[in-house]
Structures are given as structure tokens and as C-alpha cells.
């Protein structure tokens, strides 16, 4: 197939590829778009260098469909990308590859998780930057996500591993011994 193909923005993994003079009438069934669950501002430490991290980013966007990127400007640091990511390892590993692949020097904000705001008399919304934070007399709730996680491991660590689970806010469900060697935290 010669697509011709010029952005990463022309076309989705998982996209279903037809005849124009056969076509099907629905996408073919299995591929789900992978949704960014972390988020960081990322911009060039040299504000000439946003072309550059604008090309690398589309290039990573090719070999790696589940970064999102928008474009984001702040006061303290110029223009840069608003980024989501799968996870803080995914995050880390994006841009290491940014600073070793593209030799650019960046700086990352803290990242952060996408919040449900739900604010009186509105609809709820979803927002991924904390600078997008209604003040707090207006918000009714707020969500953020969470997780069940399950951690198998030998009985000798399931001390240090609920303190690091405690440190992270953290709730303790459950504790299961499932042989001598293994114990699985809830």
C-alpha cells in the first residue's frame, strides 16, 4: 500500500483499510485507541527549539500512537506541549528519548491525572492541567481516578510495599497467602 501519508494527524492505528469500490460499512471490530491516563507540560529549555520538539514529537507519535500531544503556553515557560502518556514509566521513557534521540534539552512539569470537575449549576467536565482548576467555592465534587491493584509478592516485603502503598494514599483491601512463597496484596 503507498499511502502517501505525510503527518501522523492523517491517519489512527486501528484504522480499517478498504477498496473504494468495495467498501465496508463498519470499521472492523477488536482495536481500542489507548487512552493517556498521565499528563505533563513539556517544553524546549530554548524557546527556539519548538519546531524541533514539535517534529520529534510527531515522529515518536509514528512508532508510538499511544502519546497524545496539544500545544500549550505558559507564562514561566513559553510555548510548549501539553502530553499524555500511559503511565509515569511510559512519561520517562518519552522523554529520555526526546533528550537522547532528538538532542533536545526539555523541562517536564509534574504530571498529573485527568480530574472530573464537576462545578454547581454546571455539567461535569474533564480537565487534565491543574492551572484549568475552578476555585474551590465553585467546584460541587471533584473525581480523580483510581485503581484496584493487586501485588504478588514474597511475604518477607509485603511490610516495605504497604508502607510505599500507604505513602501513596493507598487503601488496604485485603491480604492473601497463596502458597509459602507468595502472598497477594489487595
Not at 47 to 67: F, H, P, T, V
Not at 121 to 150: C, D, G, H, R, T
Request: glycine share 6%.
Amino acid at each position: 500500500i503507498i499511502s502517501g501519508i505525510k503527518t501522523s494527524k492523517e491517519v489512527k492505528v486501528g484504522d480499517t483499510i478498504t477498496l473504494k469500490n468495495n467498501p465496508i460499512e463498519q470499521p472492523l471490530a477488536g482495536y481500542k485507541e489507548a487512552t493517556s491516563v498521565v499528563f505533563c507540560g513539556t517544553f524546549p529549555l530554548d524557546g527556539d527549539k519548538y519546531q524541533e520538539l514539535n517534529d520529534a514529537l510527531e515522529k515518536l507519535k509514528l512508532n508510538d500512537a499511544s502519546i497524545s500531544f496539544q500545544k500549550e503556553t505558559s507564562l514561566a515557560l513559553g510555548h510548549g506541549f501539553r502530553c499524555g502518556f500511559l503511565g509515569l514509566l511510559h512519561m520517562e521513557i518519552i522523554t529520555e528519548r526526546l533528550e537522547r534521540e532528538f538532542n533536545l534539552e526539555i523541562i517536564t512539569t509534574a504530571p498529573s491525572v485527568e480530574y472530573r470537575i464537576k462545578e454547581v449549576n454546571k455539567e461535569p467536565y474533564l480537565i487534565s492541567n491543574p492551572s484549568f482548576m475552578p476555585s474551590a467555592q465553585a467546584i460541587e465534587n471533584m473525581e480523580e481516578p483510581v485503581v484496584k491493584l493487586e501485588i504478588i509478592t514474597p511475604p518477607e516485603h509485603m511490610g516495605n510495599i504497604m508502607d510505599l502503598c500507604s505513602d501513596r494514599r493507598g487503601e488496604y483491601k485485603n491480604m492473601q497467602y497463596l502458597d509459602e512463597n507468595r502472598t497477594k496484596l489487595t
